[in-house]
């Protein structure tokens, strides 16, 4: 009875994580850091920053698989 | 520094052996499997998507767009957030259904060779260009490198060795699974080869060139434009547009395709490529910018798309240049054979098998694979004649986004693959054409003018769009609005057939009606057969052969439901040979369904049930709750410690749990779907004569199970169809039906051994009784035997032995009543046979003589001796001894206990009465009770009315009992009579008196 539900909000996570990398990704927030006289490898971080959550929520899928 | 052309030549070529060698260690397990299916090796080969676009191109980008460099890459990362609703679909989908390219999903969904081929025909299209791009990528490095304009004859040298390379990766053999260890192994070594050489560059640039951390921020403080210009074209360039092409392209460009799902060694590697990916590709770009300014910084000369190459030559060092080097011949080499495979699978099942079928008289496998070779050959060249056209003419991101924009063209195509059943071929052919059209004229033709391919004249996109909006923005808008706008409008207004339907909804992965009808080959000799008319008979057998491996069958398969799998099995399996059009043709002609056989229940249950467990995850809401609800009665039907068997319509068995396992020792797998006839014996004799009969419960059925004797009661019950309300009531219903298995061997042994025991306690209590009984006729003969030894008279001699023998045969008769009456009666297969019923009673009462009470009783035995029925003689017996006795002990000396018997129809009537004290109500409720006793603790077990009971119901009786206190008691029986002139069998129950 549980699996279908963490499957399920798993889903959902996964689609909230794409909708938060796509507002990083996208304007306006894009023209922000894109304008805000930051560091070269301020892009980087924020790509890492999605990475890391992606495998976060990998794992956390991946345990509750098991 | 400089290098030698035939120098670097052999280092190229070097490589590529290297790679073959570690290619060849995989296919031939010299290479654990465990890293080969590592989820690292499947990132790394998904690099793939790196080419010399990345490697060389990203520095040229960068310095041209600034930080749209990263859209490439960051699009990608999107696209693998979406893993599980994505690309974990599109996996499951081309695993199941054994398909190799985008093609054949395209064909498969949308049912229609036109589909295939045009998809074909526009990913040849899309991705020549590409080609292109690796060869002038891989040319103008060694050009680099040797300071030499480089001949067009070493680029056509580098494209017969990755023809030669891509046939030895890819189709030394052919398999109907694109499962290539050794390819994915050697694609993953490419990768960290690529990201290796560009690491050590960056790392290079930043110590080497730019000073370290100091000197970097000393570089940028001289130079601020340099960020500047890395982060203004952010804010003017097509950031959104570049990151929807990337998107596309992260799962839907050739080699993505194939190494993404057809080569996946490992499903559960995909969740992992959903953020390990995205960071081989942060690691991979990381040094660009450092590269850039290393570039910019040392004043080299090269392009900036070589800066790689051209800040290591000012290094000093040969190692550098080597490396970045064979970095780019990695990037080149990977992206050439992968795409050329991918490409070439899917021209062989779109373009080439529907124009040329081979014949069958020939070796089709061997057809198949040299029809690949040839078309990897001539993708190749394709590739190289298109570089000749393009040479020189274009940067290397110009060729890579054409081919974007290209594949994008797919994305509705996907979309509606994945998410909306509705959509039609009609749609799909309507959109991608438009698309395709719209690409062409804004963008490739445009690209042939600029090359001098064409007559010079005005460029199309200047004569659609002369206001000189960004050309990749508005192709890539223009021609995806267009295409998916005609994909819904063309899609609602045309209606998808049942075929088409189904293929939907087995894409979207919700329930459907399951397949219908039966084959007409109803053996697998027969599929053979078949099959050979169109493949041949030595791929026939193989097919069949693996299908049947695949599918844990044996040959002498023939139930309707298997054949129908195996059917399904091989189709799957020749679509990863020749395409699903392809494979649909053959099986629909050659393996033919008859569609009004209705398909077995328990096939379509299999169906459903399947289909609920893949989309399990997919449910929300009621749906959850409904299969929730469906999964718990499942369980407790399964569970019951009961066997049950559903049985369809067509007498195929349905259901059959747990119990029924362990009962009839014959699994699940094996027995859903059989019809009840071809269960292994001796179930199928006793299911069927069990639903075949009016009775809807037989008990204590004695079958023998492994030279083992067991006892079952069945029961069944017709089973309604929904909207079969008839059947409500009890009747027939057109569902089938449900029986009911009860194991009572385990019960009605102990029941035997109660009786045994019960018996013994009775011969025990006769015991004084047969001393004396067997002491009078002892005492005589011993007198008449010292009579005969002073006797001479011949008359008197044979009087005496004549009384001898006479109580002799006294003495026989109640040793042979006691030995009959105490035989263990251990349950075997039964011993009913026709009986005088008299006879019993007389054996009966001469038993009871043998007790105290029965001798003070006159017993009399008044049935009639032409009443025969058909039983077990010694347990009825038992039933008139145990109720004798009981009478006996009721009766006062001198009191007389009768057996009347007459005949009632065709039953027999039995009556014992005696003349004894009777019995009051509540005694009388309670006789039958076992272990219930009015007798002193130790006197009576309580069980032998209960089994007096027990043995009249097994005997299809019944028994009653009419009794007042003072007025005595008569004990009633009913049990079925044989007409009086049946046969008897010789003197039953004799040959265990001796």
Request: include cysteine; aromatic fraction near 8%; charge should be negative.
């Amino acid at each position: 009875m549980r699996a279908p539900t963490d499957k399920g909000r798993q889903s959902d996570l996964v689609i909230l994580l794409f909708l938060f990398a796509l507002f990083l990704m996208l304007p306006p927030f894009v023209t922000w850091w894109a304008t805000a006289g930051l560091g070269w490898y301020v892009p980087y971080l924020i790509w890492g920053l999605v990475i890391l959550l992606a495998a976060w929520l990998q794992m956390r899928g991946a345990k509750h698989d098991v | 520094m400089t290098f030698e052309l035939p120098g670097l030549f052999l280092v190229g070529v070097g490589y590529l052996l290297l790679l073959f060698l570690i290619a060849y260690a995989a296919e031939r397990g010299w290479v654990p499997s465990a890293v080969t299916r590592h989820p690292l090796t499947y990132v790394l080969s998904l690099g793939v998507y790196a080419t010399s676009w990345s490697f060389y191109g990203s520095v040229g980008f960068a310095r041209s767009q600034g930080y749209n460099f990263l859209t490439i890459y960051l699009g990608v990362t999107l696209a693998f957030l979406l893993t599980p609703v994505l690309l974990v679909p599109i996996l499951r989908l081309t695993r199941r259904y054994q398909l190799t390219s985008l093609a054949d999903l395209f064909a498969f969904r949308y049912r229609s060779q036109l589909a295939g081929v045009m998809v074909t025909l526009f990913m040849l299209a899309g991705t020549l260009p590409y080609i292109a791009l690796q060869i002038q990528a891989v040319t103008e490095s060694i050009r680099v490198l040797t300071q030499e304009a480089t001949p067009s004859t070493l680029a056509l040298g580098f494209c017969i060795c990755l023809t030669i390379f891509a046939i030895l990766f890819g189709a030394r053999h052919i398999s109907p699974r694109e499962k290539h260890e050794g390819l994915v192994l050697a694609i993953a070594f490419e990768s960290l080869v690529k990201l290796v050489a560009l690491l050590t560059v960056g790392l290079f640039a930043y110590y080497g060139v730019l000073g370290g951390p100091s000197g970097l921020e000393e570089w940028l403080q001289v130079n601020p434009q340099a960020i500047d210009a890395l982060y203004r074209p952010v804010t003017e360039g097509p950031w959104a547009t570049y990151l929807l092409l990337a998107f596309a392209a992260a799962f839907l460009l050739p080699r993505q395709f194939h190494m993404g799902f057809t080569e996946n060694l490992a499903p559960r590697a995909l969740p992992v490529a959903a953020w390990g990916f995205p960071l081989f590709l942060l690691l991979l770009n990381l040094p660009i910018p450092l590269i850039l300014w290393a570039g910019q910084a040392s004043g080299t000369q090269v392009g900036a798309d070589y800066f790689a190459l051209g800040i290591s030559l000012q290094g000093g060092g040969t190692w550098l240049p080597l490396l970045v080097y064979v970095g780019g011949i990695s990037s080149a080499s990977a992206m050439m054979i992968v795409t050329t495979l991918a490409l070439s699978s899917m021209c062989l099942n779109h373009l080439l098998l529907p124009l040329t079928y081979p014949d069958p008289k020939l070796d089709v496998y061997r057809w198949l694979l040299w029809g690949r070779r040839l078309l990897i050959g001539m993708i190749i060249f394709a590739g190289f004649v298109f570089y000749l056209v393009l040479q020189h003419n274009r940067g290397l991101v110009e060729l890579g986004l054409i081919s974007f924009v290209a594949v994008a063209q797919f994305l509705p195509g996907v979309f509606g693959l994945l998410y909306w059943p509705r959509a039609t071929r009609r749609g799909f052919l309507a959109g991608l054409g438009a698309g395709a059209v719209i690409w062409a004229g804004t963008l490739l033709v445009p690209l042939l003018q600029r090359a001098g391919a064409f007559a010079v004249g005005p460029e199309v996109l200047q004569i659609v769009d002369p206001a000189g909006q960004d050309k990749w923005q508005y192709a890539t808008f223009w021609s995806l609005s267009v295409n998916a706008l005609l994909f819904v409008v063309f899609s609602l207004l045309s209606r998808p057939d049942e075929e088409e339907r189904e293929s939907a909804y087995a894409c979207v992965l919700e329930s459907s009606a399951p397949p219908r009808g039966v084959v007409t080959a109803a053996s697998t000799a027969q599929f053979r057969q078949q099959l050979a008319q169109v493949m041949g008979q030595t791929a026939a057998e193989h097919e069949v052969r693996q299908a049947l491996e695949d599918l844990g069958m044996t040959s002498d398969e023939s139930r309707p439901n298997q054949l129908r799998r195996l059917r399904d099995r091989i189709e799957r399996n020749l679509s990863g040979l020749m395409g699903p059009q392809m494979a649909r043709m053959i099986v629909d002609t050659r393996l033919r369904l008859n569609p009004r056989e209705q398909t077995a229940l328990g096939d379509s249950m299999r169906f459903i049930e399947e289909r609920l467990e893949h989309s399990r995850s997919q449910l929300r809401g009621l749906a959850v709750e409904l299969d929730a609800l469906r999964r718990y009665h499942r369980q407790v039907l399964q569970d019951l410690p009961i066997g049950v068997c559903s049985v369809g319509p067509a007498n195929e068995v349905v259901i059959w749990n747990l119990a029924m396992e362990l009962t009839s020792g014959i699994s699940r797998a094996n027995a859903v779907g059989t019809p009840l006839v071809e269960l292994p014996e001796p179930w199928a004799t006793l299911m069927v004569e069990f639903s075949a009969t009016e009775d809807l419960h037989v008990h204590k059925r004695q079958v023998v199970i492994d030279g083992h004797l067991r006892s079952f009661n069945l029961h069944r019950a017709a089973l309604a169809t929904p909207s079969d309300e008839r059947a409500v009531g009890g009747e027939l219903g057109t569902g089938g039906m449900v029986i009911l298995l009860e194991d009572l061997t385990d019960i009605s042994t102990l029941e035997a051994e109660l009786a045994h025991s019960e018996r013994l306690a009775s011969i025990g209590r006769l015991a004084a009784g047969v001393a004396h009984e067997i002491g009078n006729p002892v005492t005589g003969i011993a007198c008449l035997a010292q009579n005969l030894r002073e006797e001479n008279d011949p008359e008197q001699l044979r009087d005496s032995v004549a009384a001898i023998l006479e109580q002799t045969r006294r003495i026989t008769e109640i040793v042979q009543s006691l030995v009959s009456f105490s035989h263990s009666g251990q349950l075997s297969r039964s011993t009913r046979a026709p009986m005088v019923l008299s006879d019993s009673v007389e054996e009966a009462i001469r038993l009871v003589r043998l007790s105290h009470s029965g001798r003070q009783v006159e017993c009399l035995n008044d049935c009639d001796p032409g009443l025969r029925l058909l039983g077990d003689r010694q347990r009825l017996v038992q039933v008139f001894v145990n109720l004798l006795t009981n009478a006996c002990h009721a009766s006062q000396p001198g009191d007389t206990v009768e057996v009347h018997a007459h005949r009632d129809g065709d039953r027999l009537a039995i009556e014992i009465r005696d003349q004894g004290c009777g019995m009051p109500n509540d005694v009388r409720k309670r006789i039958f009770e076992p272990f219930f006793t009015t007798r002193e603790p130790g006197e009576g077990t309580g069980l032998g009315l209960s089994l007096v009971y027990s043995i009249v119901q097994d005997h299809d009786g019944t028994i009653s009992v009419d009794s007042d206190e003072g007025r005595g008691t008569r004990m009633l029986i009913d049990l079925p009579g044989l007409a009086d002139a049946t046969p008897l069998p010789d003197e039953p129950g004799k040959e265990t008196g001796t």
